[in-house]
């Protein structure tokens, strides 16, 4: 194999590990924040959060990242994702399952 050849493998595995999500991993401190709006969050329910977030709001146009909308802005558009995913496929995401995403992009803010 060429340099060149080695070279341009090693360019394209560097860009698929750019891009690849890097969510931001929920911690107790989290959990603390999300109880202020949701009292009795617990950490469990923030991470359950983002793997529903992963699973359920990349389909059609990858993971928007969190902090690019206000808490307020969230609360605002996740009923309406929802709405967009369980139109896509039924009863995919129940009211919980809202709830869980909801706390998990207003409370983990980094
Ligand atoms: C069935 C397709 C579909 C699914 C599933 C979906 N979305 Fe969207 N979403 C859209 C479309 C279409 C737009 C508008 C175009 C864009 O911003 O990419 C959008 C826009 C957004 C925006 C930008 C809103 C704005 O005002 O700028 C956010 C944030 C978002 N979606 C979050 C989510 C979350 C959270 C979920 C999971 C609950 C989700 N989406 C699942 C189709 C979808």
């Given at each position: 194999m060429t340099m060149k050849k080695i070279y341009i493998i090693a360019l394209v595995i560097g860009i698929a590990s750019c891009t690849a999500s890097k969510l931001t991993v929920p911690t107790q401190a989290d959990a603390d924040e999300a109880q202020k709006t949701f009292?009795?969050?617990?950490l469990a329910d923030i991470s359950n959060g983002k793997g529903l977030y992963e699973q359920h709001c990349?389909?059609?146009?990858?993971?928007?990242?969190?902090?690019?909308?206000?808490v307020q802005a969230w609360h605002s558009i996740v009923p309406g994702m929802v709405q967009q995913a369980n139109e896509k496929?039924?009863?995919?995401?129940s009211e919980n399952d809202e709830r869980l995403i909801l706390m998990y992009v207003t409370s983990v803010r980094r």
């Open positions: 009292p009795g969050a617990t990349q389909s059609c146009h990858g993971l928007k990242t969190v902090t690019d909308y206000s496929s039924p009863n995919s995401v």
